[in-house]
């Protein structure tokens, strides 16, 4: 296999990772609510809202802190294309 297609493998695999986590870290915040705060309570939705934003943030930082392991463990660069390259200045524009 090619970097092209280790980056799109990797990209791909990440994503269902990161949708794993958050779906995980959304249902752990929705037990703790069902849980510990009150059905009839008006901060109801405040919570609510608050699970989504843990839910988003937490895997956003999950992933974050996986990569920097799986970085310094690994080696990516050499196994992985980048994604975003630089533009060359020098480049003509072609029609």
């Known amino acids: 296999m090619n970097k092209k297609i280790n980056t799109v493998l990797f990209v791909l695999g990440a994503t ?9 870290l959304f249902l752990i915040c929705m037990f703790l609510i069902a ?32 990569m920097r392991k799986l970085t310094a463990k690994y080696d990516l660069e050499k196994y992985l ?5 630089k533009k060359h200045k020098d480049r003509k524009r072609g029609l």
């Open 35 to 66: 849980r510990f705060v009150d059905p009839e309570s008006p901060m109801l939705p405040l919570w609510l809202g608050m699970m989504f934003l843990v839910s988003i943030g937490g895997s956003f930082f999950l992933y974050t802190l996986g």
């Open 81 to 85: 294309d980048p994604i975003f390259t």
């Open 16 to 24: 269902v990772i990161n949708i794993v986590v958050m779906a995980i």
